[in-house]
């Protein structure tokens, strides 16, 4: 049975960004109504995902599949499981935001810009929905060119440099990634995922497998120490740059780790669980403090989207640890879920951070936290909405950034008090950069005669912020379909767990 | 040995390129030079007829002339892209020949004659057709490199590459004879079945063939241009003509590929273990050298000759395989290598003006703003070369890599991917100088008059994406043609 779903959301903003690519650079106004109106079709496009998802089953589905490249046994093989879909659901949902929020802060060369944004929306679709691995890498790199084009046209100065290193980055970890599936493909004969999955590997082959995918992962995620490339990045892209890649390609390594490393490589994962965990507390608390230091507000929470998405990988490894060697089903699937929500929760509120920077950004032209000061004086709404979202980054309850954090480091206690101990350290650490970055920029006397002229959110921006802190509230409040949507999935996965498959 | 009247008809194709180039020969010679569009629309013609001849060929006879000239599946494809690539040399190529002057039939009659000593040498079946079809092919080119005769650029590269060529083909010959001594045979089905180190092969001339074999392998490195035989490539893509340098860029470099698999494996497969470390030592070096070296290099020509030394280093990982999936790898990538390439020159002739090479990567600068979409192409071109997915250039490296760990030779497949991130450094630099940089000359791109070229372009730069999406009937033309599912 072919459902061509998938493929209409991953092709329609594409294609549409083709489309875009096409009005020209002098009709900047057709671009935007055209662009907003194919990124809202994709977001009702992907509506049937959710509501259409028999979430009870936690297997694949909308499954399409058609020969790609018969000669060598590549499939167009296409379809989701309760964590793609929660992921894709994100990005359509923050790709309409971000072009809505890029209406007034972009004039130069709209349609290339909101161009890269569709097709860069379809490229992501395509790689949580890909099911053929070929088919993945191809997503996966492919990713790469209109985040270069995006961080390199449109970025800050020194963004040349930012959008070679982002490149390069990338391209270097993920390409060893490409000899571990070749390697695979040897012996399977076979792209599928589910196939790769099944074959019995040696150890030493599983150590050596885990290895090239960390290196194509962590460089995603991007885990300490290979983060480096990321406050770069994040400093020099433009607002809409800052919100994809913090909201939904640091998505994409975690997301790797549960469909490459996990299922193919099981027992190396095992054995070497501890190095990623010791990666991932170094990135919670080391990238914590770095984040206190920062003066920068754009480089801040860049470490801080470090430090927390070393809660995602936490969290895999953790559950995978639980699993392998207590049997504890029930803790393992704790983290794992906990990593998942943690997943979807920080796309929410890193990408409402970086919003709320690009707004105050477009009207002060500077990122300084020292050129602000008594904001909340001149745009109180502003004021509100940015302590809401600091309030989700420290991870306060009844926000989204609690559910997600407090499962993975419940799990973690069971597997170790001291981890856990060290992970909810930087609860505090989160704390204490967040607030004082909202002391220093919100509250206070207002520091300058800029500050004093500033005029509060309109109301575009009013929408996309307000979007963003709905599903944050949300999510913190009533993550039950959130957690519902991938509860089999993530059990399945946790069961997946079980199976060695060393020989 | 008997003459056989039906090996003419094998030959059509040929034939008739060779009957049409006489004909255009001698009709130039009567034409005013403001005539020289017919010349140019008849060699289109004839090289289109005999792409059509090839396709149409239904002829099962497997050899013709006594097993001299092989026909089968991968000459056809290998000569319909060499023929395909010349058509496309002449679309590109007239309107920068006629801005220099340099419009005249020399140009078209020399391309013509490399591209039948091309198809020649793709077919080869004994020792005698490849050096035959070689000379054609590199003797033409030699003159098509110094027909800017007023260039001391020009002249200089000419003559570096006759030097160089000339030699190469010398160490090729002497590596001929010694074959021929060890083997007694001048055909390559013969030297197959001799030369092999296995007992009841030629046992008693091992030395003799292992020198053969490494001559052989020299004379090919130098026509593949693979480091350490890569020094003319450099200068010769600088000096030539950029219209040229496109006609050496890619027709050459899928005519190499042919001439590599009808000695090594057509000639040699029994040695296999013997020229795949040696192809393997070769492609290591260039892919070093060819990427490294190209970091450096502010002249676009240059960067391209730099960029094919460690391109055709991939190609090598491919034919070090030894098995017809290595083999189709290869041959694959090459001729991926030359659509790719014939865009990336094409971007440079576009820009060319009379007075104005186009040929220094700051000349570039601001493309996008000038004109988007060439400079869409040339992105295109630049991440096709780098292996970015969904391009063309990825897919062909994913089956040369595949081809490498298949064959158990893992590091070098680690090398070469290595070298490629070096490699995406300086591919990315050409699309940072267009997209990123303010242009010197803010002013619309004036683009040439030639519609033909600017279209041929267009459709050439959007197959790297449409092919990188739907490369599955290329390869399994490719498979085909070596017999594989």
Not at chain 1, 126 to 152: N, R, S
Not at chain 1, 158 to 168: M, N, S
Not at chain 1, 192 to 217: C, H, I, N, R, Y
Not at chain 2, 226 to 232: D, E, K, L, R, S
Request: charge should be neutral.
């Amino acid at each position: 049975m072919n459902s061509w779903l998938l493929s209409l959301v991953i092709w329609l903003p594409i294609v549409g960004g083709a489309i875009v690519s096409l009005v020209g650079n002098a009709r900047a106004d057709t671009a935007r109504w055209l662009s907003l109106a194919i990124a809202i079709a994709t977001l009702i496009a992907s509506v049937p995902l959710l509501t259409g998802y028999d979430a009870s089953a936690g297997t694949m589905q909308f499954l399409e599949s058609h020969v790609w490249i018969g000669a060598i046994a590549a499939n167009y093989h296409l379809g989701v499981d309760g964590i793609s879909i929660a992921l894709i659901a994100l990005t359509t949902f923050t790709t309409v935001l971000v072009i809505i929020g890029a209406w007034d802060s972009v004039h130069e060369r709209v349609n290339q810009y909101l161009a890269a944004f569709l097709i860069l929306e379809g490229l992501m679709i395509g790689v949580f929905a890909a099911l053929d691995a070929l088919l993945f890498y191809v997503f996966f790199e492919g990713m790469l060119i209109p985040m270069f084009i995006i961080i390199g046209i449109w970025g800050g100065p020194r963004r040349v440099y930012a959008t070679l290193k982002f490149f390069l980055y990338t391209f270097f970890g993920s390409i060893f990634m490409l000899i571990a599936l070749i390697y695979l493909f040897m012996h399977t004969h076979s792209w599928e995922l589910a196939d790769m999955a099944k074959l019995p590997l040696s150890a030493t082959v599983q150590a050596w497998l885990f290895f090239a995918f960390l290196a194509g992962f962590a460089i995603k995620v991007p885990m300490w120490p290979v983060h480096t490339w990321l406050p770069d990045a994040h400093v020099e892209a433009p607002t809409g740059g800052s919100v994809i890649l913090a909201a939904i390609m640091l998505k994409i390594g975690g997301y790797g780790f549960i469909r490459f490393s996990l299922p193919i490589t099981p027992d190396a994962s095992q054995e070497y669980a501890w190095v990623v965990v010791a990666m991932s507390l170094i990135a919670v608390i080391y990238i914590g403090f770095v984040a206190l230091v920062q003066e920068d507000m754009k480089k801040l929470i860049a470490y801080s989207s470090v430090s927390h998405m070393g809660f995602v990988t936490l969290g895999v490894f953790i559950s995978l640890a639980l699993v392998r060697n207590g049997g504890n089903n029930e803790a393992a699937y704790l983290g794992m879920s906990g990593a998942m929500v943690q997943m979807i929760s920080h796309g929410f509120i890193s990408g409402a951070m970086f919003a709320s920077v690009g707004v105050i950004y477009d009207r002060m032209h500077t990122r300084m936290i020292r050129d602000y000061g008594g904001v909340a004086n001149t745009m109180p709404w502003f004021a509100a909405l940015w302590v809401l979202f600091s309030m989700a980054n420290c991870g306060l309850p009844g926000t989204s950034g609690f559910v997600g954090e407090f499962m993975v480091i419940l799990a973690s206690f069971q597997m170790n008090p001291w981890v856990s101990a060290a992970a909810a350290f930087t609860l505090i650490l989160g704390a204490a950069y967040t607030l004082w970055l909202v002391k220093r920029v919100i509250f206070g006397a207002v520091a300058n005669d800029h500050v004093a002229h500033l005029k509060d959110i309109n109301s575009r921006e009013a929408l996309m912020l307000g979007a963003f802190a709905a599903a944050v509230l949300l999510f913190g409040i009533w993550p039950a379909p959130l957690t519902h949507l991938m509860d089999a999935s993530i059990r399945h996965i946790v069961d997946q767990l079980l199976v060695v498959k060393a020989v | 040995m008997p003459f056989n009247i039906h090996d003419i008809a094998v030959l059509l194709p040929e034939n008739f390129l060779l009957g049409a180039t006489c004909a255009i020969l001698l009709i130039d010679l009567f034409l005013k030079p403001s005539q020289r569009a017919v010349t140019h629309w008849l060699s289109l013609a004839s090289v289109v007829v005999t792409i059509v001849l090839i396709l149409l060929d239904t002829d099962a006879a497997p050899t013709a002339f006594n097993g001299m000239f092989i026909h089968d599946g991968i000459a056809a494809v290998l000569k319909v892209f060499i023929l395909a690539t010349t058509a496309t040399v002449f679309v590109y190529a007239r309107g920068y020949l006629q801005d220099r002057g340099l419009h005249v039939g020399e140009f078209y009659l020399l391309t013509l004659f490399a591209t039948l000593g091309a198809m020649l040498l793709v077919a080869a079946g004994s020792l005698v057709t490849v050096y035959l079809g070689l000379e054609l092919l590199t003797l033409s080119t030699y003159a098509l490199v110094a027909i800017n005769r007023d260039s001391a650029l020009s002249s200089e590269a000419a003559m570096k590459y006759f030097v160089l060529g000339a030699l190469a083909s010398g160490m090729l010959l002497y590596g001929m004879s010694m074959i021929y001594g060890a083997t007694g045979t001048l055909d390559l089905k013969q030297i197959q079945a001799a030369a092999t180190f296995a007992s009841g092969g030629a046992e008693n001339h091992q030395a003799l063939l292992a020198f053969g074999l490494v001559f052989l392998v020299v004379g090919i490195g130098f026509k593949f241009g693979v480091a350490p035989f890569h020094m003319w490539i450099p200068d010769v893509y600088q000096g030539a003509p950029t219209a040229v340098t496109l006609f050496i860029g890619s027709t050459l470099k899928i005519a190499a590929f042919g001439m590599a698999y009808r000695l090594l494996e057509g000639g040699l497969a029994g040695m296999l273990s013997h020229w795949r470390e040696m192809l393997a030592v070769l492609a290591v070096a260039s892919l070093a050298i060819g990427n490294i070296v190209a970091i450096a290099q502010t002249n676009l020509k240059r960067l391209l000759a730099y960029s094919t030394i460690a391109q055709m280093g991939f190609l090598l990982m491919g034919l070090l395989n030894g098995t017809p999936s290595g083999y189709a790898a290869a041959m694959f990538y090459a001729i991926a290598y030359a659509i790719t390439a014939t865009v990336a020159f094409g971007g440079i002739l576009l820009l060319a003006r009379s007075g104005f090479e186009a040929e220094e990567i700051e000349d570039f600068k601001g493309l996008n703003r000038r004109n988007p979409w060439y400079a869409f192409i040339m992105l295109l071109a630049m991440a096709s070369l780098a292996g970015v997915p969904p391009l063309f250039g990825f897919f062909a490296k994913l089956l040369v890599l595949k081809a490498a760990i298949d064959a158990g030779m893992l590091w070098v497949a680690i090398v070469a991917i290595i070298s490629s991130i070096i490699g995406a450094f300086y591919y990315l630099r050409v699309v940072k100088v267009m997209y990123f940089d303010a242009p010197n000359d803010t002013s619309e791109l004036m683009l040439p008059k030639d519609l033909p070229f600017r279209w041929l372009l267009s459709v050439n730069g959007a197959a790297l994406l449409v092919l990188g999406l739907f490369w599955g009937p290329l390869i399994a033309w490719c498979y085909r043609a070596f017999g594989l599912s």
